[in-house]
Nanobody, 119 residues
Framework: VQLQASGGGSVPAGGYLRLSCAASGGIFSGYAMGWFRQAPGKEREFVAAINYDGGSTSYVDSVKGRFTISRENAKKTVYLQMNSLKPEDTAVYFC?????????????WGQGTQVTVSS
């Protein structure tokens, strides 16, 4: 499975961006998908996740009400709509796929896309 993230950029505080992550290989509709981020000097942290059919989502508290994760299985793509961006959202955002095969969990990561929010 290969993941290609895009959509990052530089915006002022209060702005918005939409990240996309396109998958190739594997069975996309069977994966839980998520977004993580890593700011300079900090550990990678969970941002949002969505289950295989989009029926369940979860978010870190700091983005609830501002970010929305969604997916289009026909396009093998997951999205992260980010509104009301804050400077503390500045980070490299990574797309993640989780594949469960029996008792084995396989994790896949995209290459990351930079999001910079200026105050």
């Amino acid at each position: 499975v290969q993941l290609q993230a895009s959509g990052g950029g530089s915006v002022p505080a209060g702005g918005y961006l939409r990240l996309s992550c396109a998958a190739s290989g594997g069975i996309f509709s069977g994966y839980a998908m998520g977004w993580f981020r890593q700011a300079p000097g900090k550990e990678r942290e969970f941002v949002a996740a969505i289950n295989y059919d989009g029926g369940s989502t979860s978010y870190v508290d700091s983005v609830k009400g501002r970010f929305t994760i969604s997916r289009e299985n026909a396009k093998k793509t997951v999205y992260l709509q980010m509104n009301s961006l804050k400077p503390e959202d500045t980070a490299v955002y990574f797309c993640h796929a989780e594949e469960v095969v029996g008792t084995t969990v396989n994790d896949y990561w995209g290459q990351g896309t930079q999001v910079t929010v200026s105050s």
